[in-house]
């Protein structure tokens, strides 16, 4: 008889082994909104310790759940886990630090908002952009920093597919994307023209055609490409996407941004 295949959903397996290893408090840690033209670019985080029972039923990477599922599982995971928090990034600062700065920044003000100290983050990628070697460049973008500076990031380690395999990380990923939804629903109603309560500020075609008709507004990321172009298309790689989400550039350094 063949052997069953291993389940494709979520579970703390992960969690566990490296709770084994001495770290009893984890936070798993999943952003979203990098590679949209618009609005902020937020990180979820959901801390678990080593009395956590299971996840809610149904916790699954965001990309994968319906807006109405995603919305339905906030209150579980809230309730399910130690700690939870999300961050964000505005366009501005995007703009003005680059992305992965701001991807720093915005995991640092999730992390600073904790009541817990986590002995490991967990990362989803295989690029630890959490830890900044130097400490320098966000001081002055985190209002609630610690006296001496910015709190200590914790250790980190990364793991591909981690909000496929790892249930705090897709929980994660969860809260992050129905807080970023929310903040874009509500930007729809101040500029309705850009279509972001349906497309949220990816790279829809409809969000294309708004820009080629009315510009930016003060809420899109000025340093990004942000009209389609044939050489726009030529560069853009061929993953897959979740209900919403596509694929930017940042014009400034070329650099490919995937949600």
Same mark, same amino acid.
């Given at each position: 008889?063949?052997?069953?295949?291993?389940?494709?959903?979520?579970?703390?397996?992960?969690?566990?082994?490296?709770?084994?290893?001495?770290?009893?408090?984890? &936070?798993?840690?999943?952003?979203? #909104?990098?590679? @949209? $033209? *618009?609005?902020?670019?937020? %990180?979820?985080?959901? /801390? !678990?310790? =080593?009395?956590?029972?299971?996840?809610?039923?149904?916790?699954?990477?965001?990309?994968?759940?319906?807006?109405?599922?995603?919305?339905?599982?906030?209150?579980?995971?809230?309730?399910?886990?130690?700690?939870?928090?999300?961050?964000?990034?505005?366009?501005?600062?995007?703009?003005?630090?680059?992305?992965? &700065?701001?991807?720093?920044?915005? #995991?640092?003000? @999730? $992390? *600073?908002?904790?009541?817990? %100290?986590?002995?490991? /983050? !967990?990362? =989803?990628?295989?690029?630890?952009?959490?830890?900044?070697?130097?400490?320098?460049?966000?001081?002055?973008?985190?209002?609630?920093?610690?006296?001496?500076?910015?709190?200590?990031?914790?250790?980190?380690?990364?793991?591909?597919?981690?909000?496929?395999?790892?249930?705090?990380?897709?929980?994660?990923?969860?809260?992050?994307?129905?807080?970023?939804?929310?903040?874009?629903?509500?930007l729809a109603q101040e500029v309705p023209v850009y279509g972001w309560a349906v497309n949220?500020?990816?790279?829809?075609?409809?969000?294309?055609?708004?820009?080629?008709?009315?510009?930016?507004?003060?809420?899109?990321?000025?340093?990004?490409?942000?009209?389609?172009?044939?050489?726009?298309?030529?560069?853009?790689p061929d993953v897959p996407m979740g209900d919403?989400?596509?694929?930017?550039?940042?014009?400034?350094?070329?650099?490919?941004?995937?949600?």
């Open positions: 008889m063949a052997a069953p295949a291993p389940s494709k959903k979520p579970s703390l397996r992960v969690e566990r082994a490296l709770q084994r290893q001495g770290h009893r408090v984890l &936070a798993g840690m999943d952003e979203v #909104g990098r590679g @949209a $033209l *618009a609005g902020p670019v937020s %990180v979820g985080v959901v /801390v !678990i310790d =080593d009395v956590c029972r299971s996840a809610p039923a149904g916790v699954k990477d965001s990309k994968l759940l319906t807006h109405q599922a995603r919305e339905r599982m906030v209150p579980l995971i809230q309730r399910w886990a130690v700690a939870h928090a999300v961050g964000h990034a505005s366009p501005a600062e995007i703009d003005e630090i680059g992305i992965m &700065a701001a991807l720093r920044l915005a #995991g640092t003000r @999730a $992390l *600073a908002q904790l009541p817990v %100290v986590p002995d490991l /983050v !967990i990362l =989803d990628g295989n690029h630890d952009w959490l830890t900044d070697p130097n400490r320098v460049g966000l001081l002055e973008f985190v209002e609630d920093a610690a006296a001496d500076g910015l709190p200590r990031t914790p250790p980190v380690t990364t793991m591909i597919k981690a909000d496929m395999k790892c249930s705090s990380v897709a929980a994660a990923s969860v809260l992050a994307k129905v807080e970023r939804d929310a903040m874009m629903v509500e949220k500020g990816y790279s829809a075609p409809d969000h294309f055609a708004a820009l080629e008709a009315h510009g930016p507004c003060e809420h899109h990321r000025r340093s990004w490409r942000l009209l389609r172009t044939a050489d726009a298309e030529e560069t853009t919403d989400e596509a694929v930017a550039v940042p014009c400034d350094t070329g650099e490919m941004s995937v949600v």
